[in-house]
């Protein structure tokens, strides 16, 4: 992966979803996509980790002891999404476009995510 471009999605895969501090996917990309199967009755494109930068105050201070958390980064396939949408809550899992929309203070130089994942959006 590299860490300036996303990951391109499989055809099918468009909704893509963030599971904050989650860690060591790429170890067992069998046992993950399987988790989601699974559990979830969900088909899964693992995408990338993301270590998250420090947060970011009301005057675009870094807060301290923030930032450094692994986030996993992962595409659901469309014909899943719909009933994946409610479970996905009981594991903290969240559309990509809420993370961003919620981000406190955001503005792209505060992100805790690299700019380029405003691409991952689908709506």
């Known amino acids: 992966m590299n860490a300036d471009k996303n ?3 499989k055809k099918g895969f468009t909704q893509v979803c963030v599971w904050p501090g989650t860690s060591g996917v790429p170890d067992d990309l069998p046992g993950f996509t399987q988790f989601f199967v699974d559990e979830f009755k969900t088909r899964v494109q693992f ?3 993301i270590v998250t ?5 009301a005057r675009g201070r870094p807060v301290p002891k923030t930032g450094g958390r692994t986030d996993v980064f992962f595409a659901v396939h469309k014909d899943d999404i719909g009933h ?3 479970p996905r809550f009981k594991i903290g899992v969240r559309w990509i476009e809420d993370v961003l929309d919620n981000e ?4 792209p130089e ?3 995510y690299p700019t ?8």
């Open 84 to 86: 994946f949408a409610v």
């Open 104 to 107: 406190a203070f955001r503005t």
């Open 116 to 123: 380029r994942v405003v691409d991952y959006r689908t709506w």
């Open 47 to 49: 995408l990338e980790e």
């Open 110 to 112: 505060h992100s805790i």
């Open 7 to 9: 990951t391109p999605r």
């Open 53 to 57: 930068a420090p947060d970011h105050d």
